[in-house]
């Protein structure tokens, strides 16, 4: 049971624009998600992380936004860069279980 | 403080060894996990330690595989009787649990081949 999906395996964007990476959710659990950015043969690198009681937290050219009733998160990157070519991975977690369920990540690849 | 780290980063071995990873997480932190991550997945949640108590197990924990925290500091996985099927990349995590949220920072990873 795939209870964090990421539908898109792939995405494309030109230097420049605005990458949307989404996620969906099964455990209405679910309370702390979180963003992960993965280089090939590196470990995750956390990006971003918003809990329950937002709907939007924004660091830097990262936005991540919250839909709750859709059990829907997305993260937004502006404006893209080539560096941001990675395997990105959406996570959550809830309180009192403290391990983190991973989605199956999405590649996006920057076009200069 | 230059975060988490593991040793080996690299680990073949033949069908039936055993073998043994280490992680060394961020000095401060109280919680370390171990997540496996296989080809096309995302990583998936082994155990976990608050100190050097383990807190939960997931059912992917086989008795042959075993972790620990003596000390509460560094950790060791520890896989027996090795099998094709244990190929992976193993990851550790480690976090310092502040209001309620708990935000892991991962470790290289350990990739291990079994021949």
């Known amino acids: 049971d795939q209870q964090v999906k990421q539908n898109s395996p792939s995405l494309s964007v030109q230097e420049g624009r605005i990458s949307i990476l989404n996620c969906d959710y099964t455990?209405?659990?679910?309370?702390?998600f979180l963003w992960y950015k993965k280089y090939p043969a590196e470990g995750p690198t956390f990006l971003i992380s918003?809990?329950?009681?937002?709907d939007k937290n924004e660091d830097g050219r990262f936005t991540v936004f919250l839909n709750k009733s859709a059990k829907h998160l997305s993260l937004h990157i502006v404006p893209s860069q080539p560096g941001d070519s990675a395997v990105y991975f959406c996570?959550?977690?809830?309180?009192?279980?403290?391990?983190?369920?991973f989605g199956t990540g999405t590649r996006l690849t920057i076009i200069p | 403080d230059t975060g988490v780290s593991q040793d080996p980063r690299h680990k073949i071995t033949k069908r039936g060894q055993n073998v043994t990873f280490r992680c060394d997480p961020i000095?401060?932190?109280?919680?370390l996990y171990w997540y496996r991550q296989t080809l096309g997945q995302g990583p998936e949640f082994l155990t976990y330690?608050?100190?050097?108590?383990?807190?939960?197990k997931s059912r992917l924990l086989s008795d042959r595989f075993s972790a620990e925290r003596p000390k509460g500091s560094f950790s060791t996985l520890e896989i027996q009787r090795t099998e094709q099927g244990d190929s992976a990349m193993y990851l550790c995590?480690?976090?310092?649990?502040?209001?309620?949220?708990?935000?892991?920072?991962f470790g290289p990873g350990t990739r291990l081949t079994v021949l």
């Open positions: 995590a480690s976090s310092l649990v502040t209001g309620g949220t708990d935000t892991q920072y």
């Open positions: 455990n209405s659990m679910f309370d702390y």
């Open positions: 918003i809990s329950s009681i937002k």
């Open positions: 996570a959550a977690s809830d309180f009192g279980n403290e391990k983190l369920t």
């Open positions: 000095s401060e932190h109280n919680r």
């Open positions: 330690f608050q100190n050097e108590a383990q807190l939960e």
